[in-house]
DNA sequence: CACCGGCCTATCGGCCGTTA
DNA sequence: TAACGGCCGATAGGCCGGTG
């Protein structure tokens, strides 16, 4: 169960590009959310613009105003804002602008909380998600447990398995390809007694960068 | 009747918004 | 501004229905 979010400008920018940061046919880090939840009343305020600008490129974004994405402007109130300061711990800088996408499991804004479910999911917008993740370019994804779980009760991903299979430094490997691996890790918006272990693990997320 | 797997629920540590 | 409570994600254990 799910809220969508009531805004048809911004339901619109995500029906033209169902993802944020660069194209995933063009990333070479994705990471995989369950949603994209927006205060609710994003459009009456002062940063909308900006959440605009920051759809329509999110690559210019960053380069111009130094921050990878909007929620992390100081004018933004409203849920989402831990989950991408614990992202810019990682230590991702511009240069790193064009090689890092985010994908959700929904293809669509959302507010508040939600308790997805498997009759939530789309089977079009899953084939995508699969497509994007294992028929592409991209050398390392990103998935936390919530997100796990979903994608194996939708039966649409049968390469994940149960449980990681090896740990790959601070991280935990779903899968080792040739030239991609498949991570699992601790949802960006934790805290307390797990964020030493998602700090560990943005340190090893920052030691990919190089390759 | 024993076992298994899917699903649900309680619990935990701890943040954060609300309230006065 | 201090205290409280609602809520979060992770985790583990238990319930239930299906199967051999």
């Given at each position: 169960?799910?809220?969508?979010?009531?805004?048809?400008?911004?339901?619109e920018?995500?029906?033209?590009?169902?993802?944020?940061?660069?194209?995933?046919?063009k990333?070479?880090?994705?990471?995989?959310?369950?949603?994209?939840?927006?205060?609710?009343?994003?459009?009456?305020?002062?940063?909308?613009?900006?959440?605009?600008?920051?759809?329509?490129?999110?690559?210019?974004?960053?380069?111009?105003?130094?921050?990878?994405?909007?929620f992390?402007?100081?004018?933004?109130?409203?849920?989402?804002?831990?989950?991408h300061k614990?992202f810019?711990?990682?230590?991702?800088?511009?240069?790193?602008?064009?090689?890092?996408?985010?994908?959700?499991?929904?293809?669509?804004?959302?507010?508040?909380?939600?308790?997805?479910?498997?009759?939530d999911?789309?089977?079009?917008?899953?084939?995508?998600?699969?497509?994007?993740?294992?028929?592409?370019?991209?050398?390392?994804?990103?998935?936390?447990?919530?997100?796990?779980?979903?994608?194996?009760?939708?039966?649409?991903?049968?390469?994940?398995?149960?449980?990681?299979?090896?740990?790959?430094?601070n991280?935990?490997?779903?899968?080792?390809?040739?030239?991609?691996?498949?991570?699992?890790?601790?949802?960006?918006?934790?805290?307390?007694?797990?964020?030493?272990?998602?700090?560990?693990e943005a340190?090893?997320?920052?030691?990919?960068?190089?390759?």
């Amino acid at each position: 169960m799910y809220q969508k979010h009531p805004s048809k400008k911004l339901n619109e920018l995500f029906q033209e590009k169902p993802y944020q940061g660069v194209s995933p046919e063009k990333a070479k880090f994705l990471f995989v959310g369950l949603d994209a939840n927006y205060a609710e009343n994003i459009e009456s305020q002062n940063i909308f613009d900006k959440v605009v600008e920051y759809h329509s490129d999110g690559v210019s974004f960053w380069q111009k105003y130094k921050v990878h994405h909007p929620f992390l402007l100081n004018e933004y109130r409203g849920d989402g804002k831990k989950y991408h300061k614990n992202f810019a711990r990682i230590g991702f800088q511009e240069k790193d602008a064009n090689s890092i996408s985010f994908i959700e499991i929904l293809p669509f804004p959302t507010v508040g909380r939600n308790k997805l479910e498997k009759s939530d999911l789309s089977g079009n917008h899953l084939s995508q998600i699969n497509d994007w993740i294992m028929n592409s370019d991209v050398k390392f994804v990103f998935i936390s447990s919530g997100v796990a779980n979903l994608m194996r009760k939708s039966k649409q991903f049968s390469w994940l398995p149960e449980k990681p299979k090896e740990q790959f430094k601070n991280l935990r490997m779903y899968r080792q390809g040739e030239n991609k691996f498949v991570f699992s890790h601790l949802h960006f918006s934790n805290y307390g007694k797990f964020e030493k272990q998602m700090l560990l693990e943005a340190e090893t997320i920052r030691e990919l960068i190089k390759y």
